[in-house]
């Protein structure tokens, strides 16, 4: 097939779409037609867009660009023509393990050899036997776990079980945390929920002595009126994570009245953040957890696991939670099997280790460059913000050169900064690749 390097009278009229539209990329989009008249020796190029994805509502914050990705294999992934890209996003902050682990895949397939989905008045074993594995890397003796598919209805089942066992109207959380994309846990109404500021009031607090009444805004907070704190340890979008002090405080306060800490891990579980958990980072202990996305690499699955003290409390109401794939016998073998891979591998403290070396570099780096803002992270969880620039997105711009280059991160259209959220697997050589490639987009950028 003829190769062309798109002009941009071409890429004009190939549209939006045509961000990438260079060599390789022309050739996987489109079909091209070569005739050639034999006397004048003209070359016309006929360039049919093909449509891809034509069923599909594209609904999320981010154009899609990749329409044909066919294979993955750990932070690899690879298009129907065989051009390979480095993930540093991990699908969607999902992918643990990386893609397709070889343990996975043959889990998911013994199990879906014997039993994939349950009923509501029968069980398979491997829950159980997840749920303990589980519950022993919280310390939550006596507790109990749900397993269900997603982060969004995993907390917000976690808000439901808080607001039936608290007699105070108000739950607690912070301004920027996410909370998934339905229910309370999504609109975080006035009735229901306080929303404490921190970036605003605690970036540059000068409170050396920690949180109480003679900070005016830490004061303002009516605990009297809230039975529970709902934490996320770093905000999933913006990756800004909460003062110590300030959590600590809050959670004393909080379980001085008998009120309830839950912590959601959706994003920052399962090794993210350097620990097993976000909140371990806090000295904290948590009566609720909702954990998603490294659960199952990659697999829909999640899990709230429940202290025993919330499940005493739990056991004089009526509270219900129904679900159509609710302890399903696949997702919690899927889970088990993460998390033997996890500790078997010893990937918490290789995430750990990888993640403080890249951003150590990332933060040299950014002393030569002042288009960068900030760097900000914890573990393999980072992000890289960049200036404000009228005339451009630095930060979308720095998307499109790395895509260029054969690596994904995460971008959201309207923001100014890029994520990078890789695998506990990922390639050191493929770090440091990233590296060089920043650099080089930076110099140019600069």
């Known amino acids: 097939m003829l190769k062309v390097i798109a002009n941009k009278d071409i890429k004009r009229k190939a549209g939006e779409n045509s961000d990438f539209c260079d060599t390789k990329d022309l050739s996987s989009r489109w079909n091209e037609k070569l005739y050639i008249n034999s006397i004048e020796l003209l070359v016309i190029i006929v360039l049919e867009i093909r449509k891809y994805m034509e069923n599909i509502y594209w609904s999320f914050r981010q154009k899609l660009l990749l329409e044909d990705i066919v294979k993955g294999d750990n932070c690899y992934v690879y298009d129907s023509k065989g051009q390979r890209y480095i993930d ?5 902050w999902s992918t643990s393990i990386g893609h397709s682990h070889p343990r996975i895949v043959k889990k998911i397939q013994e199990q879906s ?3 994939i989905h349950t009923g509501g008045c029968y069980a398979n074993p491997v829950i159980d036997e997840t749920s303990e594995q589980l519950l022993e890397l919280l310390d939550f003796k006596k507790g109990k776990c749900t397993f269900l598919c997603s982060g969004s209805e995993t907390v917000e089942f976690g808000v439901e079980v808080v607001q039936a066992i608290i007699d105070k109207p108000l739950l607690l959380t912070f301004t920027n945390s996410y909370f998934g994309s339905y229910g309370s846990a999504s609109k975080k109404s006035h009735e229901e929920w306080y929303c404490f500021d921190w970036p605003k009031h605690c970036q540059n607090c000068a409170c050396s002595e920690g949180c109480d009444s003679k900070c005016q805004h830490f004061s303002n907070i009516p605990f009297h009126r ?11 979008d913006f990756i800004k994570l909460p003062p110590k002090q300030l ?30 958990f976000g909140y371990q980072h806090y000295g904290i202990k948590p009566d609720i957890v909702a954990i998603g996305k490294g659960i199952g690499s990659g697999y829909p699955v999640s899990a709230l696991a429940l202290s025993e003290r919330t499940v005493n409390c739990l056991k004089n109401k009526e509270f ?21 891979v996890i500790k078997e591998e010893n990937l918490i403290e290789r995430g750990r280790r990888i993640g403080n070396n890249l951003i150590s570099s990332l933060i040299e780096l950014s002393k030569g460059y002042s288009i960068i803002k900030e ?28 895509l260029q280059r054969n690596f994904i991160v995460s971008y959201r259209i309207g923001f100014n900064y890029i994520r990078l959220d890789p695998s506990l697997t990922i390639n050191e ?18």
């Open 375 to 402: 760097i900000r992270g914890r573990g393999l969880m980072i992000a890289i913000e960049f200036i404000d620039n009228q005339n451009n997105n630095i930060a979308y711009l720095m998307f499109k050169e790395l």
């Open 226 to 236: 809230i039975g529970g704190f709902i934490f996320e340890p770093g905000s999933s």
């Open 247 to 276: 959590v600590l405080s809050i959670t004393n306060l909080i379980q001085k009245n008998h009120g309830f800490l839950m912590s959601n891990e959706i994003t920052t579980g399962f090794g993210r953040t350097g620990e097993w």
């Open 113 to 115: 050899s014997k039993l």
């Open 88 to 92: 540093l996003e991990s699908g969607i």
């Open 320 to 340: 219900y939670y129904c679900q159509s794939h609710q302890n399903d016998a696949l997702g919690a073998a899927v889970a088990g099997e993460v998390i033997q």
């Open 429 to 446: 050589n493929d770090i440091a690749s990233f590296l060089h490639n920043l650099e080089s987009i930076l110099k140019d950028m600069d």
